[in-house]
């Protein structure tokens, strides 16, 4: 059900989450080096929203977003770009990256040109409460700022370094490439998920593999008793 309220003590975002989600049997799982950031007491509320659009408000506070699990009843935070950025992704270790796409293994690969402005820099600011900085890609002058965001939720200068950077990153030349593969019974690339980074491996021509963020995946199945399942992964890439 909908719901209003606010925050009447001091607590983490976790906490918030974790109380929003009271008598569900679900929990709260965040991404390892994302700040759990502390909201001051009164500083932030919420109207008329669902348990689930008040977590996704707290996750996108930090550049994150909220990713169910597959099997159990967990909530997945994860930040939108891997705390790391898009222009950083070829140099991630293969440790890194959740999902390995083959030229192999793809039988159909199309995509959409969506240029947007290339941001640097982002001015990041609380409203009654919390800090205020400016973002700025590490080797850059930071002369070419994003809109600034102010917000209840900008509180601690981490959490918006993490909110800045998801603000910067969607700016710049990108694609959205749409890749149709078939999900195997085992082995590369299994099923692919929403907020993972994927390698689309160029098995001829290794220069050019290319990684990405994953916005969506759909699922089709064939004709019964034919044995093959498709699944339709739409990424965004970047280019820099």
């Known amino acids: 059900p909908k719901r209003t309220g606010r925050i009447t003590s001091q607590t983490t975002a976790t906490q ?19 700040t759990d950031y ?31 699990d597959r099997e159990d009843d ?8 891997k705390l790391a950025g898009p222009w950083a992704y070829a140099s991630l270790p293969i440790e890194s990256v959740d999902a390995i796409i083959a030229d192999t293994m793809t039988t159909s690969y199309a995509s959409q040109w969506e240029p947007q402005p290339e941001y640097n820099a982002v001015f990041v600011s609380g409203i009654t409460d919390g800090v205020a900085i400016d973002v700025v890609r ?8 994003a809109p600034d965001i102010f917000d209840d939720l900008n509180v601690e200068a981490y959490q ?16 959205i490439v749409t890749i149709e593969t078939v999900l195997p019974t085992s ?3 299994g099923l692919v998920e929403p907020a993972m980074l994927v390698e689309v491996r160029d098995t ?9 963020n994953v916005l969506s995946v759909g ?4 004709q019964p008793g034919t044995g093959r399942v498709n699944q339709t992964v739409k990424i965004e890439r970047h280019h820099y």
């Open 16 to 34: 918030a989450m974790t109380e929003q989600l009271q008598y569900t049997g679900f929990t709260i799982s965040r991404q390892q080096g994302l």
């Open 38 to 68: 502390i909201i001051p007491a009164g500083a932030w509320g919420w109207d008329n929203k669902t348990a689930m659009e008040v977590i996704a408000e707290l996750a996108a506070a930090q550049g994150a977003v909220v990713v169910p």
């Open 74 to 81: 967990v909530l997945h935070i994860k930040h939108r770009y």
């Open 138 to 145: 590490q080797g850059t002058a930071g002369d070419k700022p």
């Open 160 to 175: 918006c370094r993490e909110r800045g950077m998801t603000a910067i990153a969607a700016g710049g030349n990108q694609e």
């Open 187 to 189: 082995g590369s690339p």
């Open 204 to 212: 001829i021509e290794p220069a050019n593999t290319w990684r990405g």
């Open 219 to 222: 699922i089709s199945v064939g």
